[in-house]
């Protein structure tokens, strides 16, 4: 599924999109960073309620399609504009990471 298609469905608050016809393969739920760059993939969604600059990071690097932020928790400015500068797609829902998790599996990711 594409993640513009995915957007959509989940109803999730586009905080900086760069490429919204990315591939969703999977997904990552973890707020632990060394867990997420050990274990999450590139086209993945990755689920956090982290939201500082770090997580920019941790996208870039694992190479996740998104990353969401559940649980409407704060987004810091610093992060935003890094993932503006990066490419990195950051969303943010009120769900929680299970809420979110349960959704993605009935949508077949």
Avoid: C
């Avoid at 050990?38 to 969604?45: F, Q, R, Y």
């Avoid at 890094?82 to 990195?88: D, F, M, T, Y």
């Amino acid at each position: 599924m594409k993640l513009a298609e995915l957007i959509d469905k989940l109803e999730l608050e586009i905080i900086t999109a760069d490429s919204l016809d990315r591939e969703v393969k999977g997904v990552y739920i973890g707020d632990l960073l060394s867990n997420v760059m050990a274990k999450a993939e590139a086209d993945m969604i990755w689920i956090t309620i982290q939201g500082h600059q770090n997580v920019v990071a941790v996208a870039l690097l694992t190479g996740v399609t998104a990353v969401i932020v559940a649980e409407d928790f704060q987004i810091e400015e610093a992060a935003i504009k890094r993932a503006r500068e990066e490419g990195v797609n950051l969303l943010r829902s009120p769900k929680t990471a299970y809420q979110l998790a349960s959704e993605l599996a009935k949508l077949g990711i």
